[in-house]
């Protein structure tokens, strides 16, 4: 009929709408805009412009179809709240104006569906209008009152496409908020829809049941008590789920129910439907009988839990899951409790049951939080006649119960690789929290786990949560980061799609960030508490701890990336890494040489034909040893080729090496976390171009003044410590060893030697001799570190050569302090 309005105004107005409730000032003017293009009264003769308003609203819905109407309901709620207490309401005028029109518009269409050529276009301008109807019915029902009659024969619809499910289905819930409201609607009006509705649940699939079973709860407990026409209509369904029961226990293998699948299907389902929304105990409905119904049909749900067929299983979940709204109480028998937590515990379980589980405990709160809603405004009125101290709510003692039963089962599933269920199973936990339900201190760690999952609607989720426990609960983020980034990397190990690459704790996009980045921009405020935070993290490289390898990469790679801001924040895990190099290098070299003493004393004694051979041999071997333990500076000066001197020293170690190799990958282990901390702080170094005299200078007890200025983080910096990567890659913990990987690691264990042995030089030493040290000590890193780029992952010459220098004094201060 019209045409439609310029795409490019409908795009800018979905963008804007969006920022609904973001900070006040956006929010503000927001709600400005809103108010001068759609909510201000049009002059009755302008047609045209009423007609461009209508075009342009429902335009907007119809681009909002797949990502939700909240944004709509706000700016009502907060336009309407606005003038609440105003003599002149020019909001509430345009509303009217808005709902009116819109109806005439529906009629417009309605007429025109018959036309061929633009059919599909008005049958989607047609939903577009009754969903913004609806919308305008949600926030104020009382302006659609006067057109429920007009709306009422549309749900007569004849269902071919999508678009005429959705026409019955919004029409249903306009006259579930409508109808209550109508003062004496005609007999034959109520009946009309009654009877409507009921076709449409016999007919029709499970939106339009729903949907539908809603409507009629809302028509016959608040208007018509027909209280007959719906027990006929349970008795229906019920009778036909025992009979289908009696017949699958009798013969378990009979092919009853597969012929007769689509019928018990419709049956579970609608069963659960109306017990959602009608209270079959009371007297209106059963009369004198003293059966409980609600274990009736909790058994016969239950029943069908346990069959083969996962579709029934599922449909049988979904009626459970509708009864339980009506009767919370059953979600304490103990059948119940049993079912639900092995679904959600049972890793093999059916990723469909889960979701579908997690899906019944957020729609029981969500219908928990609009009654308490509900509830709060019939308060606020009685509150204001009468002079009531406080009002009992029995209610949220039992959801915050029901909760306690399944909390640890819903966490528990953040450690899930399908996407949808942690989706559930954060929109189940962002629930219970919003209504303190439970004690928030025991999410935090999950929450900082969901932190870093890879979808960002899912990451500002939990983020968001974590900042409202933080406003209410100082101290409690700080409590359990260090956990939350353990149970991070558990989170990243059950999303990881490739087994045999290491999981890194970094965004692999352009921003390189850490994954943890959120977690530590809400600790690094507070200086306390961001130095715990950081020697808990560094704490966990210490070779006692016996952290993970891939864990410890997790870690090194959050500490590489974390948004640092100031210059105190990475000289202060400088500082402790080299206070963790100096006595976890000097415990790792200690075991090593230990392992093969013993090793050597435990041989067999030699025959005393054996006897001088033997003794010619281990002489060598010992002087081969003792050679190879001399630090390099004091050796014979056999050959003057470095390399030859480093072939030497691999030999003589290499004839040491006990026969049981378990030493040895201890010490690959093992040494992962040191070499870890080499490169990350030569990262940090690099990335943040401190001068060596700088790091050396440093301590952690000067005022924080004097490192508060701003880092200058450099460019193309990447932490890639290749190392540990390969130890991982090539799982060196779990493969056989050969001559080839005993002689690296036997390098790498000589490297790590001299590495020790030039940490904390002696402070007598000759000038000279200080210089030499410092280049033995940058090759040491070097070769650890797999030589490479300067930039990203060896020792820069010039910065290292003055790092020698001023450690002269440095490190012994350390140990010393």
């Known amino acids: 009929i019209e045409q439609p309005t310029f795409p490019k105004i409908t795009e800018m107005c979905v963008k804007m709408i969006r920022r609904v409730n973001d900070e006040e000032g956006i929010k503000k003017l927001v709600n400005e805009t809103f108010q001068k293009l759609w909510f201000t009264p049009t002059p009755h003769h302008d047609k045209e412009a009423m007609t461009r308003k209508i075009l342009n609203i429902t335009d907007v819905v119809a681009a909002c179809r797949d990502t ?47 036309d061929s050529d633009n059919k599909g276009v008005n049958s989607g301008r047609l939903v577009a209008c009754i969903t913004t109807l609806f919308l305008f019915s949600k926030i104020r029902p009382q302006l659609m009152v006067k057109h429920a009659m007009t709306m009422q024969p549309y749900l007569t619809t004849k269902c071919s496409t999508q678009n005429d499910f959705m026409v019955i289905c919004n029409v249903a819930k306009i006259l579930e908020l409508v109808v209550p409201l109508m003062e004496h609607p005609s007999e034959t009006f109520l009946a009309t829809i009654e009877e409507d509705l009921m076709k449409l649940i016999i007919k029709y699939g499970m939106t339009v049941v729903q949907h539908c079973v809603s409507c009629l709860g809302a028509v016959v407990n608040k208007v018509t008590q027909n209280y007959k026409f ?136 969500q219908e928990e939080d609009t009654r308490m809603q509900q509830a709060d405004r019939d308060w606020k009125k009685v509150a204001k006649q009468e002079d009531l101290k406080e009002m009992g709510d029995i209610s949220s003692g039992m959801s915050s119960s029901i909760m306690q039963l399944y909390l640890k089962q819903v966490l528990e599933a953040f450690f899930h690789n399908q996407s949808s269920v942690r989706h559930f199973a954060l929109n189940v936990i962002a629930l219970t929290l919003n209504q303190g339900l439970i004690h928030p201190v025991q999410c935090v760690p999950y929450l900082i786990a969901m932190g870093t999952d890879p979808e960002p609607s899912m990451r500002n989720k939990a983020d968001q949560q974590l900042v409202e426990i ?40 352009e921003s390189s960030s850490a994954l943890c980045s959120h977690l530590y921009s809400m600790i690094r405020g507070n200086r306390q508490h961001r130095r715990a935070f950081l020697i808990s993290l560094l704490n966990l490289f210490d070779d006692t701890a016996k952290t993970e390898v891939n864990m410890l990469l997790y870690i090194a790679d959050n500490l590489a990336c974390f948004p640092y801001q100031t210059q105190e924040e990475p000289l202060f895990i400088m500082h402790h890494i080299d206070i963790t190099l100096s006595v976890s290098g ?100 690099n990335l943040c171009g401190f001068s060596d005299s700088k790091i050396q200078k440093y301590s952690p007890s000067e005022s924080a003044k004097v490192y508060d200025k701003a880092i200058n983080r450099k460019i193309g910096v990447h932490f890639h410590p290749k190392q540990t990567l390969d130890f991982l890659r090539s799982d060196m913990a779990n493969s056989k060893i050969t001559e080839e990987v005993k002689r690296s690691i036997v390098k790498q264990y000589l490297d790590f030697k001299l590495l ?45 050569e003055s790092d020698g220098e001023d450690r002269g004094g440095g490190t012994s201060g350390v140990r010393r302090r």
């Open 470 to 509: 933080d406003k209410k609960y100082a101290g409690f983020i700080h409590m359990k980061a260090v956990a939350g980034m353990k149970m991070s990397y558990q989170v990243q190990q059950a999303i990881n799609t490739c087994p045999k690459e290491p999981v890194r704790g970094f965004r692999h996009d």
């Open 230 to 365: 719906v027990w006929a209509c349970f008795n229906r369904y019920y009778g036909a789920l025992s009979k289908l029961k009696n017949q699958h226990q009798e013969d378990p293998n009979s092919t009853i129910l597969t012929a007769n699948k689509p019928a018990l299907l419709r049956s579970l389902f609608t069963v659960g439907a109306l017990c959602r929304h009608f209270d079959f105990d009371q007297e209106d409905f059963k009369g004198n009988s003293k059966v409980n119904i609600k274990d009736k049909v909790l058994e016969l749900l239950m029943y069908f839990t346990k069959h083969s067929d996962e579709e029934v299983q599922t449909k049988a979940i979904i009626g459970l899951g509708f009864a339980f709204i009506q009767h919370p109480s059953l979600m304490f028998e103990q059948e119940v409790k049993t079912l639900y937590n092995s679904i959600l515990s049972d890793k093999n379980c059916s990723v469909n049951l889960k979701i579908q589980v997690l899906k019944n405990l957020q729609t029981y709160l």
């Open 756 to 800: 020790m042995e030039h940490l904390d030089p002696d402070e007598e030493e000759e000038d000279g001799e200080v210089s030499a040290s410092t280049n033995a000590r940058n090759k040491a890193i070097t070769s650890l570190l797999g030589g490479g780029s300067p930039k990203n992952n060896a020792a820069e010459t010039e910065d290292d």
């Open 68 to 114: 939700g109407y909240d944004w709509f309901e706000q700016l009502l709620q907060n336009l309407l709240k606005s003038e609440e207490d105003a003599s002149y309401k020019p909001v509430k005028k345009a509303c009217t104006q808005l709902v009116d029109n819109l109806v005439e518009h529906i009629l417009k269409y309605e007429e025109s569906l018959s």
């Open 586 to 685: 000097s415990n790792l070299l200690q075991s090593f040489k230990e392992s093969m003493v013993k090793d050597k004393k435990k041989e067999r004694k030699p025959s005393s034909d054996e006897e001088t051979e033997s003794d010619g041999n281990s002489g060598t071997e010992s002087e081969s040893e003792e050679e190879a333990s001399k630090p390099r500076r004091l050796r014979k000066r056999v050959n003057s080729d470095s390399d030859s001197d480093e072939e030497n020293d691999i030999n003589a170690v290499m004839k040491c090496l006990p026969e049981n190799s378990a030493p040895l990958i201890e010490f690959a282990n093992v040494s992962q976390g040191i070499l870890l901390l080499l490169m990350l702080k030569q990262h940090l170094k």
